[in-house]
C-alpha cells in the first residue's frame, strides 16, 4: 500500500527491534522530545513472537474448574422447570448453577438493572444464559451445556425480532428523546412547507460484531477471607469489581480485577464483559475453587450484543443550491432485550447527526426498541457513526436531486467558523478545520479530474461501473456523561532510575500503555526503556472509567502526567537545594538531570534523593474541563473537542453479480499533535477498514420464525481481510495542535475514523446511480452487500429513462 507514513519506529522498550528515525524525529529525539515520534508499540515483539499473555494463557492453578453456559432455545417465553439432576449426573460436571444460587443481585446491567446473569423465568432471546455448568475440563463442561435443551421445560412465545416491529407496537426500552432546535415556535414545520424542495425517506442501516479475535473470558481465583481475584478481558476493570461484588453480595474490597492485555475489544468487552466475569466468580466463590469461563465464537455470538442496527424515518426541506432549511428525522435503534449502554448510545447518534454540517431547523427523535435478541451495546463510534451516516445519505439524495456534485453540496452546508456554528445540543464548534481539510484533500487527491475522468468511464462500460466520493467528519471527543472524564494513574521511580506506571485504561491492542509510557519518559527527561507500565489493577487505581469514548490517552495520559510532574519537581527542588540554583532553572534531559554547570545522570539524581528521603512515587489525577450536559434537555456541551477528517473513496462495481471493489482511499485525519504518528496512522486506517466492513460486507442474518442468530460464525459473517484494502491507501494526519489543553495537544484517534468510511458507501451509491439516468437516486440498504447492490442497479434501472 502506499501510504504517507514512514519507518518511525524508535528502539528504546525492552526487546524491540531497532528501526530508523526519519530526519525530523531523529532532530526531535535528539532535543529531548518522547512524544511526536513513533516508538513501536510497546508489545509488538511479545505479539510477533506468540509470547503476549493473554487471559487464558495464564498459568492455571492446581484444581482449576471449567465453566460453560446453558443457553435458551428458544428467542421468547417462560421457563418452567429445569432437569438440573440430570444436568448433574454428566461426566465430568461438579456442579450446576442457576438463578436461584446468585446470593446478591441476579443483575449485570452497567446503568439499568434489567439484565439478568441467569434467566429466571422469562426467557428473552435465543442465546440467554440460563444455567451455570461447572466441569474438570472445558469440554465436558461445554458438552454438558450444549445438552440443555433436553432438559428444559419452557412455554415459548413469539418473538418479535425486528426494531420496525417494536417501534410500530410502542415496545422501548426506555422513553424515546428529543433533541430539538427551532429559531422560534413552529419554525421547522413552516420550514419544511415552505422550502423550494424537500425529500421524504426511509433507511436501513445494519449491526455490527466486534469480532474480536480473544473471545469473552474471565478466570475467578478465590483468596483468603472472602475475596476473590478475577483475571478478566475487559474494557472497564472497575465496573466489573463492583458488578462482581453486587452479585456475591459482598463489598467491592474483597474483589480485585486485573487485566493485562486485551486482544480486541471495540466496546463489546465495555459492559458485556460482566455476565462472564460474574459467572465465573459466582461458580468460584461457591465451590472455593479458581474457574475459567472461555467462550468459543459461536457462543459469543449468541450470547453478546453488538453494534446497534438503526432504521430512519426523515424529512428535509432544502434550497436551490442544496442547503438544509429544516430536518425531522427519526432514528430507531434496535436495543435488544435490555437496556445496556443503549441510552448514551442513542444520545450520541443524536449528537453526531449534524455531522459536520449546520442544520438551523431541526427535531431528532430516537426511539429505542426492545426486541428478542442478544442486547446491543458499545461498539467503536458508540452511536455516532449510526447518527452520522444519515446526514451524508441525505446529503447524497439532496446532491442527485438537484443535478449537483455532492461535494458541492457537502460545502454549502459546512459549519462555519463565526456565524452557523451552533450545534442543535447548543455547543459552539470551536477550531473548526474542516473546511481545509476537505480543500487540501480534495486536490491532493485529485478529486475533480478524476470524477470526470469516471463520468467518461462509465460511459463507455456497461457491465463495470466506478463511483466516488469525498466526505467529511467532525466527531466529539468525551464520555456523554461528565463524571466519567477523569482518571487516576501511579508512578514510581525506582532507585535504579527505571519507572513503573499503573493506569485505569487498558490495553487492547490500541497502544495505550505505549503513548502513556511516552508521555511519562517524556516528563521525566529519560528513555523509553527506563519507562514499562505495569497491568490494570482496580487495586492500584480505584473508580476507573471505562477505557472507550476514545478517551485512553487524553485521559489517563494527562493522569501518568500529572504523577510524574509531582516527581519531576520534588527532584528539581532536592537538585537545586543540593547543587545550587533553582527549581525551575533544573533540567531534565535524555537521562541527564542540568543543574547550573552541574551535569549528572537522572539514575544518580534519583540515588541521592532517595538518600535524602525524597518520596519518590505520587498518583495522578485528570478531570476533563469544560463538559456539562443536561441529559433531560439535551444540552449543553458534552465533548471537550472535535475531531476532523475526510475520506476520498473511488470503487468499481460488476453490475452482473453485485461485487465491489475498493479501488483507491485517500484520507487526511485530524490526530492534532500526535502523540504517536505510527500509532495513529495504524489506528485511522484500521478503524477506516472496519467502518467498511460494517457498511459492505458485516451482515447480521436472524431467522425470522426462530429467532436465532443465523450468521454466528467466520463461515457466515464477514469481516474485512486483507484482500478486501485497497492497492493505494494514502493516509496523511493534518497538521492542526489541539485548541484544547489536552495531552501535548493531542486529538483521540480511537472512533473518530469510523466515519471515513462513508466515503465508500456513497462511493457506491455514486457508481449505482450511473447505471440509472442523470437523476437516479439509488435505495441502497447497509450493508452494501452484493445482494442489496444488485436491489439497488434494478431499482434505479427501473425509474430510468
Same mark, same amino acid.
Given at each position: 500500500?502506499?501510504?504517507?507514513?514512514?519507518?518511525?519506529?524508535?528502539?528504546?522498550?525492552?526487546?524491540?527491534?531497532?528501526?530508523?528515525?526519519?530526519?525530523?524525529?531523529?532532530?526531535?529525539?535528539?532535543?529531548?522530545?518522547?512524544?511526536?515520534?513513533?516508538?513501536?508499540?510497546?508489545?509488538?515483539?511479545?505479539?510477533?513472537?506468540?509470547?503476549?499473555?493473554?487471559?487464558?494463557?495464564?498459568?492455571?492453578?492446581?484444581?482449576?474448574?471449567?465453566?460453560?453456559?446453558?443457553?435458551?432455545?428458544?428467542?421468547?417465553?417462560?421457563?418452567?422447570?429445569?432437569?438440573?439432576?440430570?444436568?448433574?449426573?454428566?461426566?465430568?460436571?461438579?456442579?450446576?448453577?442457576?438463578?436461584?444460587?446468585?446470593?446478591?443481585?441476579?443483575?449485570?446491567?452497567?446503568?439499568?438493572?434489567?439484565?439478568?446473569?441467569?434467566?429466571?423465568?422469562?426467557?428473552?432471546?435465543?442465546?440467554?444464559?440460563?444455567?451455570?455448568?461447572?466441569?474438570?475440563?472445558?469440554?465436558?463442561?461445554?458438552?454438558?451445556?450444549?445438552?440443555?435443551?433436553?432438559?428444559?421445560?419452557?412455554?415459548?412465545?413469539?418473538?418479535?425480532?425486528?426494531?420496525?416491529?417494536?417501534?410500530?407496537?410502542?415496545?422501548?426500552?426506555?422513553?424515546?428523546?428529543?433533541?430539538?432546535?427551532?429559531?422560534?415556535?413552529?419554525?421547522?414545520?413552516?420550514?419544511?412547507?415552505?422550502?423550494?424542495?424537500?425529500?421524504?425517506?426511509?433507511?436501513?442501516?445494519?449491526?455490527?460484531?466486534?469480532?474480536?479475535?480473544?473471545?469473552?473470558?474471565?478466570?475467578?481465583?478465590?483468596?483468603?477471607?472472602?475475596?476473590?481475584?478475577?483475571?478478566?478481558?475487559?474494557?472497564?476493570?472497575?465496573?466489573?469489581?463492583?458488578?462482581?461484588?453486587?452479585?456475591?453480595?459482598?463489598?467491592?474490597?474483597?474483589?480485585?480485577?486485573?487485566?493485562?492485555?486485551?486482544?480486541?475489544?471495540?466496546?463489546?468487552?465495555?459492559?458485556?464483559?460482566?455476565?462472564?466475569?460474574?459467572?465465573?466468580?459466582?461458580?468460584?466463590?461457591?465451590?472455593?475453587?479458581?474457574?475459567?469461563?472461555?467462550?468459543?465464537?459461536?457462543?459469543?455470538?449468541?450470547?453478546?450484543?453488538?453494534?446497534?442496527?438503526?432504521?430512519?424515518?426523515?424529512?428535509?426541506?432544502?434550497?436551490?443550491?442544496?442547503?438544509?432549511?429544516?430536518?425531522?428525522?427519526?432514528?430507531?435503534?434496535?436495543?435488544?432485550?435490555?437496556?445496556?449502554?443503549?441510552?448514551?448510545?442513542?444520545?450520541?447518534?443524536?449528537?453526531?447527526?449534524?455531522?459536520?454540517?449546520?442544520?438551523?431547523?431541526?427535531?431528532?427523535?430516537?426511539?429505542?426498541?426492545?426486541?428478542?435478541?442478544?442486547?446491543?451495546?458499545?461498539?467503536?463510534?458508540?452511536?455516532?457513526?449510526?447518527?452520522?451516516?444519515?446526514?451524508?445519505?441525505?446529503?447524497?439524495?439532496?446532491?442527485?436531486?438537484?443535478?449537483?456534485?455532492?461535494?458541492?453540496?457537502?460545502?454549502?452546508?459546512?459549519?462555519?467558523?463565526?456565524?452557523?456554528?451552533?450545534?442543535?445540543?447548543?455547543?459552539?464548534?470551536?477550531?473548526?478545520?474542516?473546511?481545509?481539510?476537505?480543500?487540501?484533500?480534495?486536490?491532493?487527491?485529485?478529486?475533480?479530474?478524476?470524477?470526470?475522468?469516471?463520468?467518461?468511464?462509465?460511459?463507455?462500460?456497461?457491465?463495470?461501473?466506478?463511483?466516488?466520493?469525498?466526505?467529511?467528519?467532525?466527531?466529539?471527543?468525551?464520555?456523554?456523561?461528565?463524571?466519567?472524564?477523569?482518571?487516576?494513574?501511579?508512578?514510581?521511580?525506582?532507585?535504579?532510575?527505571?519507572?513503573?506506571?499503573?493506569?485505569?485504561?487498558?490495553?487492547?491492542?490500541?497502544?495505550?500503555?505505549?503513548?502513556?509510557?511516552?508521555?511519562?519518559?517524556?516528563?521525566?527527561?529519560?528513555?523509553?526503556?527506563?519507562?514499562?507500565?505495569?497491568?490494570?489493577?482496580?487495586?492500584?487505581?480505584?473508580?476507573?472509567?471505562?477505557?472507550?469514548?476514545?478517551?485512553?490517552?487524553?485521559?489517563?495520559?494527562?493522569?501518568?502526567?500529572?504523577?510524574?510532574?509531582?516527581?519531576?519537581?520534588?527532584?528539581?527542588?532536592?537538585?537545586?537545594?543540593?547543587?545550587?540554583?533553582?527549581?525551575?532553572?533544573?533540567?531534565?534531559?535524555?537521562?541527564?538531570?542540568?543543574?547550573?554547570?552541574?551535569?549528572?545522570?537522572?539514575?544518580?539524581?534519583?540515588?541521592?534523593?532517595?538518600?535524602?528521603?525524597?518520596?519518590?512515587?505520587?498518583?495522578?489525577?485528570?478531570?476533563?474541563?469544560?463538559?456539562?450536559?443536561?441529559?433531560?434537555?439535551?444540552?449543553?456541551?458534552?465533548?471537550?473537542?472535535?475531531?476532523?477528517?475526510?475520506?476520498?473513496?473511488?470503487?468499481?462495481?460488476?453490475?452482473?453479480?453485485?461485487?465491489?471493489?475498493?479501488?483507491?482511499?485517500?484520507?487526511?485525519?485530524?490526530?492534532?499533535?500526535?502523540?504517536?504518528?505510527?500509532?495513529?496512522?495504524?489506528?485511522?486506517?484500521?478503524?477506516?477498514?472496519?467502518?467498511?466492513?460494517?457498511?459492505?460486507?458485516?451482515?447480521?442474518?436472524?431467522?425470522?420464525?426462530?429467532?436465532?442468530?443465523?450468521?454466528?460464525?467466520?463461515?457466515?459473517?464477514?469481516?474485512?481481510?486483507?484482500?478486501?484494502?485497497?492497492?493505494?491507501?494514502?493516509?496523511?494526519?493534518?497538521?492542526?495542535?489541539?485548541?484544547?489543553?489536552?495531552?501535548?495537544?493531542?486529538?483521540?484517534?480511537?472512533?473518530? +475514523?469510523? &466515519?471515513? $468510511?462513508?466515503?465508500?458507501?456513497? /462511493? #457506491?451509491? %455514486? @457508481? =449505482?446511480? *450511473?447505471?440509472?439516468?442523470?437523476?437516479?437516486? +439509488?435505495? &441502497?440498504? $447497509?450493508?452494501?452487500?452484493?445482494? /442489496? #447492490?444488485? %436491489? @439497488? =442497479?434494478? *431499482?434505479?434501472?427501473?425509474?430510468?429513462?
Amino acid at each position: 500500500m502506499n501510504r504517507d507514513v514512514r519507518a518511525l519506529r524508535q528502539p528504546g522498550f525492552a526487546g524491540h527491534i531497532p528501526v530508523a528515525l526519519d530526519a525530523a524525529e531523529a532532530e526531535a529525539m535528539a532535543a529531548g522530545n518522547r512524544v511526536g515520534i513513533s516508538p513501536a508499540h510497546e508489545s509488538a515483539h511479545l505479539h510477533v513472537a506468540g509470547a503476549a499473555p493473554y487471559t487464558d494463557d495464564i498459568p492455571e492453578l492446581a484444581g482449576t474448574l471449567h465453566a460453560a453456559l446453558g443457553l435458551s432455545p428458544v428467542a421468547a417465553g417462560t421457563l418452567l422447570g429445569i432437569g438440573r439432576d440430570a444436568l448433574c449426573a454428566m461426566p465430568g460436571v461438579v456442579a450446576v448453577f442457576t438463578a436461584a444460587d446468585i446470593p446478591g443481585a441476579n443483575d449485570c446491567g452497567p446503568v439499568f438493572h434489567d439484565d439478568p446473569v441467569l434467566a429466571e423465568s422469562d426467557l428473552r432471546y435465543l442465546g440467554q444464559p440460563i444455567a451455570l455448568i461447572v466441569a474438570t475440563e472445558r469440554d465436558l463442561a461445554r458438552r454438558a451445556a450444549a445438552r440443555i435443551k433436553d432438559f428444559l421445560t419452557i412455554e415459548p412465545a413469539s418473538p418479535v425480532l425486528t426494531a420496525r416491529e417494536a417501534f410500530a407496537r410502542g415496545d422501548s426500552l426506555l422513553p424515546p428523546t428529543h433533541l430539538v432546535r427551532e429559531t422560534a415556535p413552529g419554525a421547522l414545520d413552516l420550514a419544511l412547507r415552505t422550502a423550494p424542495h424537500r425529500l421524504d425517506g426511509q433507511f436501513s442501516l445494519g449491526g455490527q460484531e466486534q469480532f474480536y479475535l480473544e473471545g469473552q473470558i474471565s478466570y475467578a481465583l478465590p483468596t483468603e477471607n472472602q475475596g476473590m481475584r478475577v483475571h478478566c478481558s475487559t474494557q472497564h476493570p472497575s465496573e466489573m469489581q463492583h458488578l462482581i461484588a453486587h452479585v456475591l453480595g459482598w463489598r467491592s474490597h474483597q474483589v480485585l480485577v486485573e487485566c493485562r492485555r486485551m486482544g480486541g475489544g471495540f466496546g463489546g468487552k465495555e459492559s458485556q464483559s460482566a455476565l462472564f466475569a460474574c459467572a465465573a466468580a459466582l461458580a468460584a466463590a461457591r465451590l472455593g475453587q479458581p474457574v475459567k469461563l472461555r467462550l468459543d465464537r459461536d457462543d459469543d455470538f449468541l450470547i453478546t450484543g453488538r453494534r446497534h442496527p438503526f432504521d430512519y424515518d426523515y424529512q428535509v426541506g432544502f434550497d436551490d443550491a442544496g442547503r438544509i432549511l429544516a430536518l425531522d428525522a427519526t432514528l430507531i435503534a434496535n436495543g435488544g432485550h435490555s437496556a445496556d449502554l443503549s441510552s448514551a448510545v442513542m444520545t450520541r447518534a443524536l449528537c453526531h447527526l449534524d455531522n459536520a454540517y449546520y442544520l438551523p431547523e431541526v427535531a431528532i427523535h430516537g426511539f429505542i426498541a426492545r426486541t428478542n435478541t442478544q442486547s446491543n451495546t458499545a461498539f467503536r463510534g458508540f452511536g455516532g457513526p449510526q447518527g452520522a451516516l444519515l446526514i451524508e445519505i441525505i446529503m447524497d439524495r439532496i446532491a442527485r436531486t438537484l443535478g449537483h456534485d455532492p461535494l458541492a453540496v457537502r460545502r454549502a452546508n459546512l459549519y462555519g467558523t463565526h456565524t452557523r456554528n451552533v450545534t442543535p445540543y447548543g455547543q459552539t464548534v470551536e477550531d473548526n478545520v474542516i473546511a481545509p481539510i476537505i480543500d487540501d484533500l480534495a486536490h491532493s487527491a485529485a478529486y475533480d479530474r478524476r470524477r470526470a475522468d469516471i463520468a467518461a468511464f462509465n460511459r463507455d462500460n456497461d457491465v463495470l461501473k466506478k463511483g466516488i466520493a469525498l466526505t467529511p467528519v467532525k466527531f466529539g471527543i468525551s464520555f456523554n456523561v461528565p463524571h466519567l472524564n477523569q482518571a487516576g494513574a501511579l508512578v514510581h521511580v525506582y532507585v535504579d532510575g527505571s519507572v513503573l506506571v499503573n493506569h485505569g485504561g487498558t490495553e487492547m491492542g490500541q497502544g495505550l500503555n505505549t503513548k502513556v509510557a511516552q508521555v511519562v519518559a517524556d516528563a521525566l527527561g529519560i528513555g523509553f526503556a527506563a519507562v514499562r507500565c505495569s497491568a490494570t489493577d482496580t487495586s492500584k487505581v480505584a473508580n476507573t472509567s471505562a477505557t472507550a469514548a476514545s478517551t485512553g490517552a487524553d485521559l489517563n495520559g494527562m493522569a501518568a502526567r500529572d504523577a510524574a510532574l509531582t516527581i519531576r519537581n520534588r527532584l528539581a527542588d532536592f537538585a537545586a537545594a543540593r547543587h545550587g540554583g533553582t527549581p525551575d532553572a533544573v533540567k531534565f534531559i535524555n537521562d541527564q538531570v542540568i543543574i547550573g554547570t552541574t551535569t549528572m545522570d537522572f539514575t544518580a539524581l534519583v540515588r541521592q534523593a532517595y538518600e535524602a528521603r525524597v518520596q519518590l512515587w505520587s498518583d495522578g489525577f485528570y478531570a476533563t474541563p469544560k463538559v456539562h450536559w443536561d441529559p433531560k434537555a439535551l444540552k449543553g456541551r458534552p465533548f471537550y473537542y472535535f475531531a476532523y477528517g475526510a475520506a476520498v473513496s473511488e470503487v468499481i462495481i460488476d453490475t452482473l453479480t453485485g461485487e465491489f471493489s475498493l479501488l483507491r482511499a485517500d484520507i487526511l485525519h485530524d490526530a492534532g499533535r500526535s502523540l504517536n504518528p505510527a500509532i495513529d496512522i495504524g489506528q485511522i486506517e484500521g478503524g477506516f477498514i472496519q467502518s467498511m466492513g460494517w457498511l459492505t460486507t458485516e451482515e447480521l442474518v436472524w431467522h425470522p420464525a426462530t429467532g436465532r442468530l443465523l450468521t454466528h460464525a467466520p463461515s457466515t459473517y464477514k469481516i474485512p481481510t486483507a484482500n478486501d484494502c485497497p492497492d493505494a491507501l494514502h493516509t496523511r494526519l493534518f497538521d492542526n495542535p489541539n485548541a484544547e489543553a489536552t495531552i501535548h495537544r493531542s486529538k483521540a484517534v480511537g472512533e473518530p +475514523p469510523m &466515519l471515513l $468510511a462513508f466515503s465508500v458507501l456513497l /462511493a #457506491i451509491r %455514486d @457508481a =449505482i446511480a *450511473a447505471c440509472g439516468g442523470t437523476d437516479a437516486d +439509488p435505495p &441502497l440498504r $447497509a450493508p452494501a452487500t452484493p445482494e /442489496a #447492490i444488485l %436491489d @439497488a =442497479i434494478v *431499482a434505479v434501472q427501473s425509474d430510468g429513462p
